[in-house]
């Protein structure tokens, strides 16, 4: 037991690869947990942290030194690759509106944070973290330790106060939320946990028996139509297909429809009856559907596909394959064809092996 007491406590390298690690899983898997619908997810890791490290366990300072600059370093690249394209469109789109309100409160809160610093006696290391982690704004703890260490002023108060109101941050926005739910939403209108992340998406197949539809192309119903859909798969006498844009719909075909909550119903008039089949349900094997197709998850990597339309792509035409959702930052979106890719959306790719592979490389 000698050798399990050393690699926990003793200072190492490896000793600190291993508490990290176990912190950031413990923190993730407790992350998970839900309470009246309500999860912390990763936050959870600060309390994780903030256990251990109560409980005396700690790590070499040049390795946690190391840990925090490298863990920022990653966490700033990812959070760029997530919420960038869209920031930057968003600013060319609203960015005066958005940014005013945005500088107001960086400033309000600065100046509450100098001025109880003061006024409280709150060393300036401690109040910078309290900002930090009460704004849960983990780049900005890392510039208000660089400024302090430039100043020549210990900043490790300011990662301890920081871990000790980031979690509360997150709480307190929670609650918030919560109080304000209770407090002016009916409980009609208000939503199941998860709702937000699957509402934009809703899946259903049709039996044609609209003679309207019969004889046209997927284009033509998609154009003289105002409805919001993707035409995933075609059963057709047995065999299954992925339509393309070209591909004419005929009598008693079978049609696996991509779309919306709300237009589910509409769609009935357009293509006929909807089957009972609940497609919705997350367990779901959509490789075993049929053994003709493959449904695979491909992420957007490639800078020049950022902005790209996926109707300029012309994947479906092409390559003879289907994107029938596109997840972005939890949220499931319609992938039709006017809406523009960007860095780190995950698509749902429905279509042959071999075509899947052409379209991975694009």
Not at 38 to 67: E, K, R
Not at 344 to 352: C, I, M, N, Y
Request: net charge neutral.
């Amino acid at each position: 037991m000698e050798w399990l007491k050393s690699l926990f406590v003793e200072h190492s390298a490896l000793q600190a690869v291993v508490v990290i690690s176990l912190i950031s899983t413990i923190g993730i898997a407790l992350g998970r947990i839900r309470i009246f619908g309500i999860s912390l997810g990763v936050a959870f890791i600060f309390f994780a942290g903030i256990l251990t490290g109560h409980f005396g366990l700690s790590i070499d300072p040049a390795m946690l030194n190391y840990a925090e600059s490298f863990g920022l370093i990653i966490f700033v690249y990812a959070l760029g690759l997530q919420v960038g394209p869209g920031f930057f469109n968003s600013l060319r789109a609203d960015g005066l509106r958005l940014m005013s309100p945005a500088l107001a409160v960086v400033l309000l809160g600065t100046g509450l944070a100098v001025a109880m610093s003061y006024t409280l006696h709150v060393s300036m290391p401690d109040m910078s973290g309290i900002l930090c982690g009460a704004t849960t704004n983990t780049p900005a703890l890392g510039a208000a330790q660089q400024a302090l260490q430039q100043m020549g002023v210990d900043s490790s108060g300011a990662a301890l106060s920081c871990a000790v109101t980031y979690p509360l941050g997150v709480v307190g926005v929670i609650l918030a939320i919560v109080f304000i739910r209770k407090l002016f939403v009916r409980p009609a209108d208000m939503p199941e946990p998860d709702a937000e992340h699957r509402k934009n998406v809703f899946i259903a197949s049709y039996h044609l028996t609209n003679p309207a539809v019969f004889g046209k192309s997927v284009h033509e119903i998609a154009a003289q139509s105002h409805h919001h859909f993707v035409i995933s798969r075609v059963w057709r006498e047995g065999q299954v297909s992925i339509p393309t844009s070209d591909k004419t719909l005929q009598k008693d075909d079978v049609i696996l429809v991509i779309t919306t909550p709300g237009e589910a119903d509409a769609l009935r008039l357009i293509f006929g009856e909807q089957e009972q089949k609940d497609w919705n349900t997350e367990n779901i094997d959509w490789n075993a559907v049929d053994s003709q197709l493959t449904s695979q998850r491909i992420l957007v990597t490639r800078p020049e596909i950022n902005g790209k339309k996926l109707s300029s792509l012309r994947l479906r035409n092409n390559y003879g394959i289907n994107i029938s959702r596109v997840y972005r930052s939890g949220v499931q979106l319609l992938a039709t064809p006017d809406l523009r890719l960007q860095m780190g959306d995950r698509l749902t790719v429905v279509g042959e092996a071999a075509a899947i592979k052409h379209v991975e490389k694009i």
